[in-house]
């Protein structure tokens, strides 16, 4: 690993984003996002094909700043979103990471995730997964999330999903 | 209890009395959705797409009509097909993507072959198959549907060939597709991105939702509260709404009942400088005049009976409805909008879409806990009746009101009141098309089963 920062560093940010997600710390997770972060679920156009531009196609979710997050947070905390109460419990597992360093000194992170969600109001288990690219960048003595990419491989969507179930 | 009998128990639609009533083993009952496959699915028009999403020669798509498997595909003069999706053989589907491009469909199993016409091109081995003439005198096309028609680009279809055209099929409602289409001087697009999703509740609470203007205020109380944070924090980056403002502007909600089973609700937008076709709103206008362009910015929703729906309020979407259980239903959403679009208006249009309608968005997963919370509580197989049909009964007229007649509408109802009004007036026609055609299956069932009695005696 170049640079300041180890790949256990990076493994151990991927891994506290997960506990953090599965914890409903959600301020801490997005303490972990740049303000300006940009933040991407894309949808599939066709069977092996993402949408590559989210200016000309749809995401799942798509934002270029954490304030579309924060806004999430917020929505999932009110009390006043029947989606989100009662919110389901999740686990989320990351694995597979590989990392590389861009010209700029960010570092390309690359993973496999999964995450079980335990629906209690349906009671009801199901799972999405697919592969995270995080792009880390340094801030002091820390690394920051500048942007996430979200790629969801099984997008029949059961009910809906929403940032803490993928 | 023989089936008409029990079918005619489960809606009461006496306007009379004054009343309207789903009994609500409409949404439980396994033998109900047999009904609604066999009698309205199979038995009726159904939306299947946009023409423009098999845009060049031996593009194709896959969809259903009910329980049949079914494409639509252009063969290599441009014209359009919808066939079956099952080898003449053994059955096997022979498309297997959402969609592509082929030109001909040849079965993985045993190798017979279709062009992108459905047309039986190639038989494996045929001259040594050793088949009697009475095989060569079957057809071995793929089984075309019955009917299959297109309206301003949205193409239906209908596995019975008892059906009026397609025009009188979608009659008044008609011009909301109008006004769809309209808003592009080459028509409408879908956005690329395929979303489907799954709910575990009947697929009529979809049908009801489109037309609901009730649960706005309740369901998506959280989305209205974000939009209120964003006006504060005044964050840059965030989707602009229509609904912004929504609780002090004051605004109407109309409805239309038309004839088979459609019905549009309508009202004001509360910030149309929010739209992605507010800068093209001076064009419209010099386009389609001013009526018509005014409406083009109300908030729209069409339900066409069935199985398809547009939305035009948040952003501008396409819903398609498949039912797969009395309490399963499976929805294919797309965002449309005008072919040509400029690039910062597209762009708006799909965040403010993604904002409201995905799966993922901060609206729609609401309407979906809301439908799965009624199935779970219709699991109260002792409760007979749903409560509250009749909301908006005496706001109601026949025929047009004075906002159809300027646009030269003629609905079988109109209703208009403020958004708290909260009609539900605008599910009925679909309730009435559901009981009009399940009862004709139901009778031509009974019919039959007495043909073959006779015969067998």
Redesign the interface.
Known sequence: MSGAFSIDQVADLLYREAWLLDQQRWKEWLDLFAPDCRFW???????HEL?DD????????????R??LE??V??AK?G?????TPLPRTCHQVTNIRCEEEASGRLRVRSAWNCHIFDL??K?QHTFFGHYTHLLAADGEKLRIAEKKIVLQN????????FYCV | MDALARLRGLIIDDPQGKDFRVHRDVFRDPDVFDWEMRHIFEATWVFLGLESQVPSAHDYMTTFIGRHPVVVSRDDKGELHCFINSCRHRGALVCHRAFGNRKYHVCQYHGWAYDSSGRNVHLKDREQAGYPPSFDKEDHDLVKVRKFAGYRGFLFASLAADVPSLEEHLGEARWFLDLIADQGEEGVECVPGRIVFRYRANWKMQLENAVDPYHFTSTHASYIQVLERRQKSAAADVPTSIYTNIRNAGIRRGSFAFARGHAAMWGDTPSPQARALFPSYESLVARHGEVRARWMFHTRNLSLFPNMQIAENASLQLRVMRPLSAGATEMAIWCIGPKGEAAEARRQRIRQYEDFFNPSGLATPDDVANYEDCQSGLAAWSIAWQQGHVRGFEASVAGADRFADEIGLQPERSLIGPVELGDETAFHPAYREWLRLIEAGLREDESRAHVAARGAT
Do not use: C, H, K, M
């Not at chain 1, 679920?41 to 069977?47: E, G, I, L, S, Y």
């Not at chain 1, 006043?80 to 989100?84: D, I, L």
């Open positions: 679920v894309p949808a599939w156009n066709q069977d949408v989210p200016d000309t196609g749809l995401s799942f979710i798509y934002y270029e700043s304030g579309g806004d999430r917020w929505r009110s006043t979103s029947v989606a989100s109001r349906a009801e997008d029949l969507i059961t009910g809906f999903i929403d």
